[in-house]
Nanobody, 119 residues
């Protein structure tokens, strides 16, 4: 299984970005997005179930971020709106047998994509 995250960049406060996670073989897995800021632990951002029906969000992004997956289930998006400086981090996508916020349950990880939000 391979994962490729993309779509990061440098934006100003209040802007939007859409991250993509292109995968092979992800249709059998739930997909999560995590992020890690310098000096901080990796934290859960959002996850979507295998069929794309169930979603889960951290409180810090709820109402601003939207996770979705294409009908073929192998490409997963994270639409990020109203971005804040606190959203600055490297964002990772990962695969797990079921939807969860627990990073230890994720079996496969992609490389990260940097998101920088400037005030």
């Amino acid at each position: 299984v391979q994962l490729q995250a993309s779509g990061g960049g440098w934006v100003q406060v209040g802007a939007s970005l859409r991250l993509s996670c292109a995968t092979s073989g992800a249709s059998r897995y739930a997909v999560g997005w995590f992020r890690q800021a310098p000096g901080s632990d990796r934290e859960f951002v959002a996850a979507v179930s295998r069929l794309g029906i169930d979603t889960s969000y951290s409180e810090s992004v709820k109402g601003r971020f939207l996770i979705s997956r294409e009908a073929n289930k192998n490409t997963i998006y994270l639409q990020m709106n109203n971005l804040k400086p606190a959203d600055t981090a490297v964002y990772y996508c990962a695969l797990a047998p079921r939807i969860t916020f627990d990073s230890a349950q994720y079996l496969f990880w992609g490389q990260g994509t940097q998101v920088t939000v400037s005030s």
